[in-house]
């Protein structure tokens, strides 16, 4: 079959951000656009003759023309073997799991995460290496860096592939193999968790409420919690996939998944909910009408590790991003396992897993995993807790309340702000690192701020830095604010502001996270000039 080389310019606007390139549909719709990404891909990461990869995503508008282009590349450039879920469609924690059972040489995972989906929505595209995870920074840079100068790519003229039904084909002398999207992920999960015991604690009448929130979990959903473990059918809410997550923003946290919020907290709540995002790797856990924080549920999972089978062995290590709560580094002081703090992208877990040094890891954005994929997992994370409550047969309030009260409460919320004016939003940054040498010592109420700087990391495996990673104001009391720009957004700006205290007294545990941290919340605003330089009253989000 024809192999056509296609004369192309460059686009200057593709630098993967966070996760992966993630623009509009209509942006990714432009001729040659995706395909001067995906052979930039190719180039950078110097696909070798005769390699497999994994290809799926997450469902949305636009997945699967994405992915019949994405086959025809792969056979021109020689690609040997692709394996794709089943009607394109792959969780990214399975993606990562098939990626690192079938050993092939990476992936391409076709997702914008929690952002919405259809015509008018987003669309993302990243690559993962052999070990199931997002490339580095070095691979990222360098797939950029190709973006900058391309002037050709290659594809075949083949008609498309059927991708609904399960077995092998062919493209142009490339083999496909349709695989069943869950299979893989299902089993691994079964080595993890005590599926019994969970199975037991649901035939108990325990009452659980999963959101999948019309995005790529559903079907994942139904075959875990209903087909293996019992649940009824309606246990699993929004479980259909479709293109535009039935207009809604799968994004789980208590502003956008209302839908479950609202069950869960009314009087009749069923005992545990969880949602999971558009391509399943974030989760948000609820009890009954309680609403854990993700660095409580990283600690929480950590201190209680050996209750699931799979990690009945002690755990090596834990890593949390740096604006992730520092609940989970008290737990690793008891457990005298080292913890580590990184910078804010799932990527930077990987070398400490790939090397040993941490087994579990979790970031405040609703993102909790392991070393069993190389991405967060957002139904293992439903699992876990899962695997914990059927052991220990408390309500999730209580679990958590005694968590705080043997380890202390880190009391957290991040106050969101999105779609400003990118202009206003850096010099609001740039204004808070103008005080670097003026704001320590200062007492701001109750709080003296001890010190301030720019997060910077050195990757203890590779040597390599990432600077600029967010601001940090640290008081005395071990409180702080950290502010920083978001790296996943599409639109404008999206300013994040993350505040944590430290309290060890019980009889301060009930109180709500925003009446605790009001007077840091005051901090944060006057420090930053908030309201004149954005004009904004109230955070978009708070979580
Ligand atoms: C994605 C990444 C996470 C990251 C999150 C928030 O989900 O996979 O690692 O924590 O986005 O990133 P942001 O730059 O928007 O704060
Ligand atoms: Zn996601």
């Known amino acids: 079959m024809a192999i056509h080389t296609i004369t192309t310019q460059a686009f200057d606007d593709q630098k993967p951000g966070t996760s992966g390139l993630r623009k509009r549909v209509t942006v990714f719709q432009q001729p040659h656009y995706l395909e001067n990404f995906v052979q930039s891909i190719f180039d950078a990461v110097e696909i070798p003759t005769g390699a497999s990869l994994v290809v799926g995503g997450d469902g949305r508008f636009y997945n699967v023309e994405a992915i019949q282009v994405i086959l025809k590349m792969a056979a021109a450039n020689g690609v040997g073997r692709v394996l794709v879920g089943r009607g394109g469609i792959l969780s990214t924690p399975a993606a990562s799991c098939v990626i690192r059972k079938h050993n092939t040489f990476g992936g391409i995972i076709l997702s914008a995460s929690h952002n919405p989906g259809g015509p008018d929505g987003d669309f993302g595209i990243k690559f993962n290496a ?28 083949a008609p498309d592939v059927a991708l609904d039904v399960v077995g092998e084909t062919e493209l142009a002398g490339m083999k496909v193999e349709i695989i069943d999207s869950v299979t893989d992920y299902v089993a691994l999960m079964e080595t993890l968790f005590d599926f019994e ?16 929130m019309h995005a790529v979990t559903g079907p994942y959903a139904r075959a875990i919690f209903v087909d293996r473990l019992g649940a009824a059918p309606d246990a699993v809410m929004n479980a259909e996939p479709l293109p535009d997550f039935g207009g809604g923003h799968p994004d789980p946290n208590l502003t956008y998944a209302h839908d479950l919020v609202e069950i869960m907290f009314a009087d009749d709540a069923p005992d545990f909910g ?41 755990i090596a290590g834990v890593a949390r991003s740096m604006p992730t709560s520092a609940a989970v580094d008290r737990v690793a002081e008891e457990l005298d396992i080292p913890c580590f703090e990184t910078p804010t992208g799932w990527k930077f877990f990987g070398n400490l897993m790939d090397a040993g040094k941490v087994t579990l890891c979790g970031e405040e954005s609703f993102g909790t995993g392991s070393d069993h994929v190389r991405e967060k997992d957002g139904l293992w994370a439903v699992l876990f807790w899962l695997n914990i409550l059927a052991i220990k047969r408390q309500p999730v309030e209580t679990i958590v309340k005694r968590h705080w009260a043997r380890f202390g409460r880190n009391v957290y919320s991040r106050h969101d702000y999105e779609e400003l004016p990118s202009e206003a939003a850096n010099h609001l940054i740039e204004h808070v690192r103008g005080q670097f040498a003026s704001l320590p ?22 040597g390599s830095v990432s600077q600029k990673q967010g601001i940090r104001i640290l008081f005395e009391d071990g409180s702080r604010i950290v502010f920083r720009l978001s790296g ?56």
Not at 131 to 145: K, L, S, W
Not at 441 to 462: E, H, I, M, N, W
């Open 130 to 157: 052999a070990n199931g995870g997002p490339a580095t920074e070095t691979v990222t840079e360098a797939i950029y860096a190709r973006s900058k100068k391309i002037t050709q790519y290659k594809i075949v003229d």
């Open 197 to 212: 015991a969970i199975r037991q604690l649901l035939a108990s009448g325990f009452r659980l409420r999963f959101d999948a």
């Open 274 to 314: 969880a949602a999971s995002d558009g391509d399943g790797d974030r989760n948000m856990i609820l009890g009954k009408q309680f609403f854990v924080t993700p660095s409580d549920s990283l600690a929480l999972i950590a201190a209680n590790a050996r209750l699931a089978p799979g990690y009945g062995q002690g």
């Open 441 to 462: 010592g200062q007492s701001l109420g109750r709080y003296t701020v001890k010190a301030c700087d720019d997060f910077s990391y050195t990757d203890p495996v590779d």
């Open 488 to 543: 996943t957004g599409t639109a404008g700006a999206t300013l994040r502001i993350y505040l944590e205290s430290f309290d060890a007294d019980i009889s301060q545990h009930d109180q709500d996270a925003q009446d605790a941290l009001a007077e840091l919340i005051a901090i944060a605003e006057q420090i930053s000039e908030l309201k004149q330089r954005t004009g904004r009253e109230q955070p978009t989000v708070i979580t």
